[in-house]
């Protein structure tokens, strides 16, 4: 199994910035691609962005696209989404995600991924 936990959640101004972190842990997975979304209540679970195993491809939803960055440290097993200026429609439960594959493609489909993070908190206020 692979455990993932996310942190650096919390309260912000509008306009403002915070940095999630996803450490994964258990199991030794190979090319994982890594992915984040969010889900805000009676609505489905949004992709905003993902990176594959080697960090060369990213993947970025529209709506975060300039805003939101992904990047990882596979040294440390750890991928981070730095977010900037952030508005109150970002506010949510933020999920990371872990799929294993050999593709390059990231998909956006929360089906497509097989391990996900307890999720961690995230309010704008205006």
């Known amino acids: 199994q692979v455990q993932l936990v996310e942190s650096g959640g919390g309260l912000v101004q509008a306009g403002g910035s915070l940095r999630l972190s996803c450490a994964a842990s258990g199991r030794t997975v190979t090319r994982p691609t890594m992915g984040w979304f969010r889900q805000v209540p009676g609505k489905e679970r949004e992709f905003l962005t993902g990176?594959?195993?080697?960090?060369?491809?990213?993947n970025y939803a529209d709506s975060v696209k300039g805003r939101f960055t992904i990047s990882k440290d596979n040294a440390k097993n750890t991928v981070y989404l730095q977010m900037n200026n952030l508005k109150p429609e970002d506010t949510a439960v933020y999920y990371c995600t872990l799929r294993v594959s050999l593709s390059e493609v990231i998909p956006t489909r929360p089906n497509e991924y097989a391990y996900w993070g307890q999720g961690t908190q995230v309010t704008v206020s205006s």
């Open positions: 990176i594959n195993w080697s960090g060369s491809t990213t």
